[in-house]
């Protein structure tokens, strides 16, 4: 398929932003450390829980009789809503209970601090994890063409800040970060966050260093290729410098897991969060990271182990990727509130689709519709369910859940109460406030 210019400048712009950093001599005053003013800070966090998360046994209905009929290995008893501890996961007074693996989800919910929004989905709902994740990257349900939803908002409200305003950890750029004027980084790793010189030669590593920058810092035309990829690389050369001198100045008292403390998965999730804390933490600019977990496509064996001939629903593929994101968001919150962040940051969760009301033969389920999402933060109206659980009892011709919230209001929500733009112009259209933000 060609590639036009906008396209190939921000693909070379992502490659060359996975490996870059200038001498501090360069970078002037952009490195700030630890003292951040937050006074009017927005800091908005997305996890993406990819593959497709099982909603009903993410937030479980235990008092629905049609739940308990179409899941008896795989769903929760009432009895069975307690956690390692044996404290209750059930939310108050709502017939409804976390999975036991979300400990912290739930003290954060308890608090005030977490908001749950049931039933999101939108019309005619694709099953394609490619696809749908396009049409909930671009908030286009007419397939998934476009720029990212969270693109369009930085080309409105992030154009000509700092190249780490915006920022993607981990694996490709999403289609969400999609943008059509501002380039977006992806970070895997600090240490690989540098500019790569020849290791053949590294006594010679400045003189390349400058020899790149005096190259890019030409007279180019305006508007012209040229000018664009030069702009792009030092953008991207300007922000890597810029983090590794912050984060040398991140210090935090929370702590997150190291091998030996919990499963690899948890360890490498609570990580990742902590590089978002290490990055809002010391730089002021940066108000946009987008993190995402993998391996939600639960078909077969969703609980358990062999062991049990996979029917313990503590254990298992699905409450594993649980605690971690539990656990990390906790983590991350705790680390907020040290550095006097947690009145300046939202948090949602999303994932493609959900799963199926009913079990298969290999104590799993198929792809889904209508789930819920996590929206965690000071800022959150929270210890409350939005939405409304589609019924169990009412599906669709093809055995999936109507949908009862249209994900884009959520997005219009964070949008216009949160972010301080105009989803209208966002999004296309006008969608309706879910609530969960004053």
């Known amino acids: 398929m060609p590639v036009n210019r906008r396209q190939f400048i921000k693909r070379s712009a992502s490659a060359v932003s996975l490996s870059l950093v200038l001498p501090k001599f360069w970078m002037g005053g952009l490195a700030r450390g630890q003292g951040i003013d937050a006074t009017s800070r927005k800091i908005f966090v997305v996890i993406q829980m990819a593959g497709g998360n099982d909603g009903l046994n993410t937030v ?9 009929a179409l ?21 108050g007074s709502a017939p409804f209970g976390l999975n036991p693996a979300m400990t912290e989800m739930k003290s954060l919910y308890d608090s005030g601090k977490a908001a749950i929004i049931l039933g999101v989905g939108y019309p005619n709902a694709n099953l394609s994890h490619f696809l749908s994740t396009d049409i909930w990257g671009t908030a286009n349900t007419n397939g998934g063409l476009g720029s990212g939803w969270l693109g369009r908002y930085a080309d409105q409200k992030l154009l000509g800040q700092s190249g780490l305003s915006a920022v993607n950890i981990g694996g490709s750029l999403p289609k969400a970060l999609f943008a059509n004027k501002v380039v977006i980084p992806s970070i895997t790793s600090f240490n690989a966050y540098t500019y790569q010189t020849d290791e053949r030669f590294r006594g010679d590593r400045n003189n390349q260093i400058n020899t790149f920058h005096a190259t890019n810092t030409r007279d180019f035309p305006v508007d012209s290729f040229a000018k664009a990829i030069s702009e792009a690389g030092v953008d991207a050369a300007d922000g ?3 983090l590794q001198t912050a984060i040398a100045a991140y210090t935090s008292t929370v702590h997150y897991p190291v091998t030996g403390e919990a499963t690899a998965q948890v360890i490498s999730f609570a990580n990742t969060m902590k590089m978002v804390a290490q990055i809002v933490t010391t730089i002021p600019e940066a108000n946009l990271l987008y993190v995402q977990i993998g391996g939600f496509d639960h078909h077969s064996q969703e609980i358990g182990t062999a062991a049990d001939n996979y029917t313990n629903k503590t254990l ?41 009301p009913n079990e298969n033969a290999s104590h799993g389920c198929d792809h889904g519709t209508g789930a819920p999402l996590l929206v965690v933060g000071n800022p959150v109206q929270g210890g409350k369910l939005y939405g409304e659980q589609p019924s169990l009892s009412d599906l669709d011709s093809a055995g999936n859940m109507k949908f009862k919230v249209d994900f884009r209001s ?29």
């Open 71 to 91: 899941r008896p290995i795989l769903g929760f008893k009432e009895s069975e809503l307690k956690d390692a501890q044996g404290n209750s996961m059930i939310l």
């Open 60 to 68: 479980v209905p235990f008092t629905d009789s049609r739940y308990a």
């Open 410 to 438: 959520v997005y219009a929500t964070i949008l216009d109460k949160w972010l301080g733009a105009d989803s209208q112009s966002v999004l296309g259209a006008s969608f309706g406030n879910v609530g969960f933000l004053g």
């Open 240 to 242: 890597a410098a810029q």
């Open 316 to 356: 298992g593929q699905h409450a594993n990727l649980l605690k971690a994101v539990s656990l990390g968001v906790k983590l991350f919150y705790d680390d907020m509130v040290e550095h006097g962040l947690a009145d300046n940051v939202v948090l949602m969760t999303w994932s493609e689709f959900g799963r199926r």
